[in-house]
């Protein structure tokens, strides 16, 4: 951790300098310049709006700061929202929407499905897409196009971070299974992490690891007591929780009568973030970890990540802002810093800028890989437990890995490769 | 293997009652109106969402009878609702082809799940099941949560009260002359209309109740709304014609054959109940109680 | 007791009664004549408001209804046996005949299944039965028995003796004339079978087209031959 | 004047990108589509009463079938691998039709398609070869080699150009089945299957051949669809999207044969006119649906002939009266 920090302390970049108002020039000379103008896509309506609505949380907090601090290059920014509906071809409506009305530079989205629909399109339209949450791997991989770029975790990076993780803190654990749902990137995080147990527990634990057959549910299903009583007769020790946010907490409450969070020493899930612990409240399972964009308890002390949490709590009043508005925020900090090194707002310049950049944003450094840009960044997980206090619940630690630690190597054009296949 | 079936096939039994408890109020819209009510699953997130809120308002004790007598109120909410649906929206599609009134109670979905989001929020929502139902009976290998035997318990009370006040009580006669043969019942004298109102209010009523006592079986989130339905019109069409004893019994059959089929099969979760209600469809085409009454 | 029109009644865009006018005084007993299709039961259901889109008067009493629907009718005493029966199929007979009570009038106790089977004999050893295992005379006796169960003040039956055998026919009037004679029972009888109309009525209308073309006593419609043309196939 | 109308509104399709931004046309694309997707289950609805919950599968079968045809052999010509895409539906509508049609109608067909449309969405999210739910990606525009010259559909305009063409030819096969003595068949079917079985017309075959053509048609809009939006979902087969061409046809007007070009064009309004509300989507799209079935039963058409007849009916003097 400590080098963690330090790393942070020495970084500046021209973003961190537009919010401690150094880059900004009088608000006489940005009053006679348009605003630059960047395109939010993400869901704002449907099942998914909820992480919608925090994207774009981060994102207004993050032009205001900037505005505030005197814009970049003298101009404003200024924010286009559109509704991708989480369907790919309302996402490709919503970026062409903004393309035809002259905004080239765009950001968000949550689903990777509109991810993949938005990205072929992005060359022909000449405009630039900076992912903030979608994590297929395919995106930086078989589906590469250099107009596009992802600031946020990937798939991989992520799951293998979470594995690192546990084989270092649960190194007496033998075995680990799964509960996932019937998706593709359920799937595929599921075999990222199983590639990070493989490699992670001989390293840190000096042992190697039995993986048990993953048992797969329906997305949305709403019992899952089969599943609970087949997991509850496994010899598992380490339960991978792969079901999504709602469906997770269905799960669990069905499995509380059986003592499912008993029976194993440990359960990860891989990205509800506070979802779990908040809907559960008293009945959040002890010691459960979640994968998190970004957790702004472990960046205390960056002024960043501190302005955009007093901003958020300031202007919602919910003290545990989710990983999503980190990444909302961490979107436009990336543009601001792309465009200031370019000097423009062109496409091309853009891209060029981002190639390559270190940003400095909420959870410290990212760096965009020239080669598949895809951003190299923290990996941030929290751990529960249930509390006496009214919200029921709190957090008793969290973990921070470096990306580069778990990333795998850059191949853009080509399918990412795992160096084990799950048996 | 076998030693679970005896689990696999409660748990399937189980998911029965939750789609019966669910459809039992989309049977009698059927029966009598018929009208494939779309908005069901919205009226169902009101009475969860009702019952989750009222919940927390009487703090954090919840004993058994509470809990029931919150279900019962969120009926009572939802059934008033009804009124106001009947008198604005149904009551005009009575005239009209009866695909018109899908897509005007699918427009109602949309509607109520929009006004549930701004009501509640998009943040997802749980809640405990009662003390008493929290617990789990261990018999043999089978594990049987309370609450599970509670919701199994409750569909069966469910059916037999509906078969009861359908088949033997003079209301339900009514009912059926009325699901029959309407024109006639009002030159005889029977005001359609209020009865019509009256079963709309029951359907909604059934709703209610039904989201009041799921809430502690799945996470509130506003994609609730949507969920049983497209179970429900299985079981409510592989019944046949808007028969509670059809849609009972097509129920166990579709969840139980879902149950055994993820287990034992592996394959694509959640597909074989749609495999079971297109093989039953094609074996009774008009479904399992052709031709029965309500 | 019952004056109607001048009346117009349409299904959809077809104009099936036109300018039609009738009375009917208490306890008479009317026919309406006319060939298939010449509008007698569009003209009955709009006496009752259950159907047709009605334009102009019906009155009871001398009270104008205006809009109001079939069931408050029938609980003014308006009872209507439609042609087609419309026995409940899944109730036996004896439910079938408390579906009656319904039309009751306020204050007026309707009868008692044993008083209506008193007077229909026929359904005596039936009233277990369900609807659907009658026969077609056992079912229009019921339908009739059904409608007399409020004790209406107006009878209207469409086409009683279609498909039914002489001899039930026969029945059939003399349970009619002895309802009659029992209380003040106006009757409004549509008919293609002079001969059932002639004995349970006084008077006739004869329509054609939806137009009433006639109206008289039996002495009148048998002066004029030419009047039989309206009937004739 | 249909005919005038038509030609106009096509010559509007085809200059559409000269006048307006990518959004509006890569809109309008999906429009068209829609258009030709609503028309084929209306085909099916307005001349045989046959309604299906899952004609979405059809349009996923066309669009994965399309895809996976020119992935696998890249050197078939495109407008083959089109026809294909439209004969996979057809087949695929025959083998459910010659099992299900003669036994199942009206509602129990409905519920029945319904159920099948949701076999083929899981199976399909299900399968890696298909992408499953991230989608079948990287669908490519392809080069038409029309003898005399090359089009690069994947050029500019062109493949918009090729959509608008095609969903025109579309709606002129759907218009012939229509108004051909086969649509006047399935029309008898639809109005009285006793006297049209009297009459001599075999009524199961009558369905199953309108259900076929239906399928063919939303198949082949299906296929156009994947190189438009260069992304197949699942969500392609589910009741949601079958849902679509019923609301389209129903908001539009299903007695008249434009009435899902009707729908479809005021959905698309509608969805776009509230794409920045954000929030209250649901209700204002909702509550503006169930304002216009509720206003006019007879959809958007419908209305509009009862509002002209209204007021012609106002301005003619009332005789007699």
């Known amino acids: 951790m400590a080098a963690g920090i330090a790393r942070r302390e020495v970084m500046v970049s021209a973003a961190a300098a537009a919010l401690a108002g150094v880059a900004g020039r009088s608000t006489g000379a940005r009053a006679q310049q348009k605003p630059i103008r960047l395109g939010l896509i993400t869901p704002l309506s449907g099942p998914q709006e909820i992480v919608g609505r925090d994207h774009l949380a981060g994102a207004t907090i ?17 924010l286009e929202t559109r509704d991708d509906k989480a369907s790919p071809a309302a996402g490709v409506a919503a970026s062409k929407d903004l393309v035809s009305s002259g905004v080239n530079l765009l950001f968000g989205v949550l689903s990777s499905g509109v991810a993949l629909a938005i990205a072929p399109t992005l060359k022909g339209d000449d405009a630039v897409l900076i992912l903030c949450a979608a994590s297929a791997n395919e995106l930086t991989h078989e589906q590469f196009t250099p107009n596009l770029f992802r600031a946020s975790d990937e798939a991989y990076m992520r799951q293998r971070a979470l594995a690192k993780v546990v084989a270092k803190d649960y190194a007496a654990i033998n075995s680990w299974t799964a509960i996932n749902p019937q998706t593709a990137i359920g799937a595929s995080n599921w075999d990222s992490f199983v590639d990070g147990l ?22 949305g299903a709403t019992d899952y007591k089969n599943e609970i009583a087949q997991l509850m007769r496994r010899s598992a020790e380490g339960l991978y929780l792969g079901v999504y946010g709602g469906d997770a907490v269905t799960m669990l409450r069905q499995a509380a009568p059986y003592g499912l969070a008993r029976k194993f020493k440990v359960l990860v899930d891989p990205g509800s973030e506070y979802i779990v612990a908040q809907t559960l409240g008293k009945s959040t399972p002890v010691g459960l970890w979640a994968g998190i964009h970004w957790y702004f308890g472990a960046y205390r002390g960056n002024a960043i990540n501190d302005a ?9 009043g919910n003290p545990f802002p989710a990983g999503y508005v980190g990444e909302g925020h961490a979107g436009v900090l990336a543009y601001a810093a792309a465009i200031q090194r370019a000097g423009s707002t062109e496409t091309g310049a853009v891209i060029g800028a981002l190639e390559g950049m270190s940003f400095a944003s909420c959870k410290g450094k990212r760096t965009f890989r020239k080669e598949d840009h895809q951003a190299i960044c923290d990996v941030n997980m929290v751990q529960f437990a249930p509390d006496d206090t009214a919200a029921g619940w709190k957090i008793v630690g969290y973990r921070v890995v470096d990306g580069a630690e778990s990333i795998e190597p850059p191949s853009p054009g080509k399918a990412l490769v795992l160096n084990t296949k799950r048996q | 293997m076998l030693a679970d079936l005896a689990g696999v096939v409660f748990n399937g039994l189980f998911s029965a009652m939750v789609v019966f408890i669910f459809a039992s109020g989309l049977t009698l819209l059927f029966g009598v109106l018929r009208i494939l009510n779309f908005s069901q699953g919205g009226f169902f997130a009101v009475g969860a969402y009702l019952a989750f809120s009222l919940t927390r308002l009487l703090g954090p004790a919840l004993p058994l009878w509470r809990f029931l007598a919150i279900a019962v109120v969120a009926g009572v909410v939802v059934g008033a609702l009804g009124i106001v649906t009947e008198r604005l929206v149904l009551r005009r599609l009575r005239q009209v082809d009866g695909a018109y009134s899908l897509i005007a109670t699918y427009a109602l979905l949309l509607l109520v799940e929009g006004i549930v989001k701004l009501i509640w929020g998009v943040d997802v929502r749980s809640m405990e099941p009662p003390a008493e139902l929290s617990g789990v009976w261990q018999v043999g290998d089978v594990f049987m949560p309370t609450y599970a035997l509670f919701i199994l318990a409750a569909g069966l009370a469910l059916f037999v009260a509906l078969e009861w006040l359908l088949h033997h009580s003079r209301l339900g006669k009514l009912m059926q002359s009325v699901a029959t043969d309407p024109w006639m019942a009002s030159v005889l004298g029977v005001d359609v209309a209020r009865m019509q109102t009256w079963i709309v209010v029951g359907g909604f009523f059934l709703a209610g109740i039904a989201g009041g006592l799921l809430v502690p079986n799945q996470a509130l989130s506003p994609s609730l709304a949507g969920t049983f339905v497209i179970q429900a019109f299985g079981a409510l069409i592989v019944g046949g014609m808007g028969s509670v004893r059809g849609t009972f019994m097509a129920a166990i059959l579709l969840c139980v054959a879902d149950s055994l089929a993820s287990t034992y099969l592996p394959g694509v979760p959640g597909v074989f109940f749609y495999i079971t209600m297109a093989a039953l469809l094609l074996l009774r085409p008009q479904g399992l109680m052709r031709g029965a009454q309500l | 007791m019952l004056e109607v029109g001048p009346l117009d009644a349409f299904y959809g865009d077809s104009h099936v009664v036109q300018s039609a006018s009738l009375h009917v005084a208490a306890g008479e007993g009317v026919a309406l004549l006319g060939r298939n299709g010449a509008g007698k039961t569009t003209l009955l259901k709009s006496i009752m408001n ?3 889109t009605v334009r102009g008067p019906v009155r009871c009493d001398g009270a104008e209804l205006g809009a109001m629907p079939a069931d408050r009718r029938a609980r003014l005493g308006f009872a209507l046996v439609p042609e087609d029966r419309r026995i409940y199929p899944h109730l036996t007979v004896q ?14 106790p309707p009868r008692s299944t044993d008083e209506v089977v008193e007077m229909f004999p026929l359904l005596k050893q039936l009233q277990a039965r369900r609807g659907f295992e009658l026969s077609g005379g056992q079912q229009q006796m019921l339908a009739i028995a059904r409608a007399v169960v409020a004790r209406p003040r107006l009878l209207l039956l469409d086409e009683p003796t279609e498909g039914l055998a002489p001899v039930i026919v026969e029945q059939l009037v003399a349970q009619i004339q002895a309802i009659q004679a029992g209380e003040t029972l106006a009757l409004l009888v549509a008919e293609q079978s002079i001969w059932f109309a002639r004995a349970c009525t006084s008077r006739l209308y004869l329509l054609d087209s939806g137009r009433v073309v006639f109206g008289g006593t039996w002495a009148a419609f048998d002066a004029d031959p030419g009047l039989k043309r309206y009937l004739a196939l | 004047m249909q005919a ?11 200059l559409l990108p000269e006048i307006a931004g990518q959004g509006l046309v890569f809109l309008a694309g999906l429009l068209w589509i829609n258009m030709v997707f609503g028309f084929s289950w209306n085909l099916m609805f307005r001349q045989t009463g046959l309604v299906s919950f899952g004609h979405a599968a059809f349009f996923a079968i066309g669009g994965y079938g399309y895809a996976v045809l020119a992935r696998a052999w890249p050197g078939l010509p495109p407008l083959l691998v089109f026809v294909a895409a439209g004969a996979l539906g057809a087949v695929a509508a025959l083998v459910v039709g010659v099992v299900a049609l003669r036994r199942s109608l009206g509602v129990y067909f409905a519920i029945f398609s319904l159920a099948l449309s949701q076999i083929v969405a899981m199976v399909i999210s299900d399968l890696p070869s298909l992408g499953r739910d991230d989608g079948f990606a990287g669908i490519r525009r392809p080069v038409l080699d029309l003898g005399v010259a090359t089009i690069k559909l994947a050029e500019g305009d062109n493949y918009y150009r090729f959509l608008v063409l095609s969903c025109a030819l579309l709606t002129l096969i759907v218009w012939w089945v229509t108004h051909s003595r086969t649509g006047r068949r399935f029309r008898a079917v639809q109005q009285d299957a006793e006297r049209a079985a009297f009459l001599g017309i075999a009524v199961a075959r009558q369905r199953l051949l309108c259900f076929v053509i239906a399928a063919a048609v939303a198949a082949v809009a299906g296929a156009l669809y994947g190189p438009w939006l260069q992304l197949l979902t699942p969500e392609l087969a589910q009741w949601t999207f079958s849902a679509r061409p019923i609301l389209f046809t129903l908001l539009g007007g299903a007695a008249s044969f434009w009435g899902p070009a009707v729908g479809a064009l005021g959905f698309t309004v509608l969805e776009y006119a509230t794409r920045t509300l954000h929030g209250v989507g649901e209700i204002t799209v909702g509550g503006i649906l169930l304002i216009v079935v509720l206003i006019f039963p007879g959809g958007i058409i419908g209305g509009i002939i009862g509002g002209v007849r209204g007021a012609l009916g106002r301005a003619r003097p009332v005789a007699g009266a």
Request: aromatic fraction near 6%; charge should be negative; avoid cysteine.
């Open chain 1, 308 to 316: 955009l949490y007093d901003a958020y709590v300031k202007s919602t």
């Open chain 4, 4 to 14: 005038a109308a038509a030609l106009a509104a096509l010559v509007m399709a085809l």
């Open chain 1, 62 to 78: 993050a032009v205001n700061q900037i505005n505030q601090a005197g814009g970049v290059l003298g101009r404003t920014l200024e």
């Open chain 1, 198 to 219: 493989n490699q992670f527990y001989p390293q840190e634990a000096g042992h190697n690891v039995e993986v048990i057959d993953a048992l797969t549910v329906k997305y």
């Open chain 3, 95 to 108: 439910e079938n005949l408390a579906m009656g009570r319904h039309g009751a009038r306020p204050g007026v």
């Open chain 3, 50 to 52: 259950a159907g047709p």
